[in-house]
């Protein structure tokens, strides 16, 4: 067997309404159903790449435990794509916690609603198709405002 791709995420959430219209309305995800408990997201490349599933409750507090880290967003081809979104995302209040140049992508770190960590990245590097070891270049500060 080979992993083909990485298809969908699956997200618990506490309130659907406030984070289906946080990936729709902030993160810009095409929504393309929403029901009771559950609604499901596609940027076009594939049926849907996020689900989110109502359960309740109070956001957890992120500790460093195993699990998951964080998802990862392609949003653009150019360091000048990140510093836009981070412009946008700053001015709806978004909680921003870090950025990186990772040299292959430059990142933007942000939560959802729920606490959970996102990674917007923009590729801003071909080395890692020719030198699958460039993406574990060290990691650099990077300045986005």
Do not use: C
Not at 15 to 44: P, Q, W
Not at 56 to 71: A, F, Q, S, T, V
Not at 100 to 120: K, Q
């Amino acid at each position: 067997m080979k992993i083909l791709e990485l298809g969908h995420v699956v997200l618990y959430v506490s309130n659907l309404s406030r984070s289906a219209d946080f990936y729709r309305d902030t993160l810009g995800f095409t929504e393309i159903a929403r029901e009771v408990g559950m609604a499901a997201f596609s940027s076009g490349r594939t049926h849907h790449e996020l689900l989110l599933l109502e359960v309740g409750g109070e956001p957890r507090k992120k500790e460093m435990e195993p699990g998951l880290y964080h998802i990862g967003f392609k949003i653009g081809d150019s360091t000048e794509d990140l510093k836009k979104a981070f412009q946008e995302l700053k001015g709806r209040g978004v909680s921003i916690v870090g950025s990186a140049d990772h040299g292959v992508t430059h990142s933007l770190y942000i939560l959802d609603p729920d606490g959970n960590e996102l990674e917007l990245y923009a590729d801003v590097n071909d080395a890692w198709k020719t030198d699958p070891q460039a993406v574990m270049s060290s990691v650099r500060s990077l300045k986005l405002d």
